[in-house]
């Protein structure tokens, strides 16, 4: 176990895993719980979300679960609070909640453009809102948001709804990063590309490859300057740095982490 969060509490939503392994919101909490953080686990499904607390909790460290659907505001600010009432702070945030829907302006539904901004966007506004007063009491935080390739350049799949909103989200982290930069409150975005997390046999296969995972896998695998897709591991130890100490004098910043995709997609 390490010490770089000795002390530190970090509230993640997305916490859980879709399927079996290693999600992005279910590593970086692991790695946190690691590193001394008491660790709040969010998500909308609680056996999701029990299965990252048996994990950190086996290996000896501290953490309290909670259930929320973070588009909801009362909701949100219901779940800031039960943080603050089980470990008597906040210092982390990480929000890590995302899902994509295929579709271009033309044949993407009304209802799921305003999903998409909802589920993608709206729960960063949201969780950000509620923290910062409990961080500004505090004397500061960090705040790490997950971004998207996707969000940059095309990466496969035309997706519109996923790709304005988690472009956004680097807008969003740079106006909040300036504007709390005086009160001690970094925010900073981490921008993962194509990864192995647990969602591409649980959902992409489907709806990419008619189910055909490892076609799947082959082909985002081809797409990659370093020719295999990265983990929620490589997403983790970047958000590490971003909200330890180590980052004390980072903020408004971005790390990618595509094994150089980004350096060779072009918009088309």
């Keep these: ?146 971004g998207s390739t996707s969000g940059v350049t095309f990466t496969g799949q035309q997706q519109i709804g996923y790709q304005v909103a988690k472009a956004a989200i680097v807008r969003f982290s740079r106006s909040v990063a300036l504007e709390y930069a005086p009160k001690g409150i970094r925010c900073n975005t981490v921008v993962p590309g194509q990864m192995h997390t647990p969602l591409v046999e649980a959902h992409l296969a489907g709806q990419q490859s008619g189910g055909d995972a490892e076609a799947l896998i082959a082909r985002r695998n081809a797409r990659i300057p370093m020719g295999f897709m990265g983990t929620g591991w490589d997403v983790a130890h970047a958000c590490l740095f971003l909200v330890s100490d180590e980052a004390r004098y980072v903020t408004g910043a971005e790390i990618v982490v595509d094994g150089g995709l980004t350096l060779k997609c072009t918009d088309r």
């Design 1 to 146: 176990m390490g010490e770089r969060l000795k002390g530190k509490v970090a509230l993640v939503t997305g916490a859980g895993s879709i399927g079996p392994g290693w999600g992005n919101g279910k590593a970086s909490a692991t790695l946190y719980a690691r590193e001394g953080a008491r660790v709040f686990l969010v998500d909308n499904r609680a056996e999701a979300v029990e299965e990252t607390r048996r994990i950190i909790e086996d290996e000896g460290g501290s953490c309290a679960t909670h259930v929320c659907d973070v588009t909801r505001s009362d909701q949100v600010a219901a779940m800031v609070t039960a943080c603050v009432a089980a470990f008597g702070t906040l210092d982390i945030l990480h929000n890590n909640v995302g899902y994509a829907v295929p579709g271009g302006p033309v044949t993407l539904s009304e209802e799921d453009w305003d999903d998409q901004m909802s589920i993608n966007l709206r729960h960063v506004f949201l969780a950000t809102k509620f923290a910062i007063p409990v961080m500004e009491t505090a004397g500061g935080g960090a705040i790490v948001n997950i």
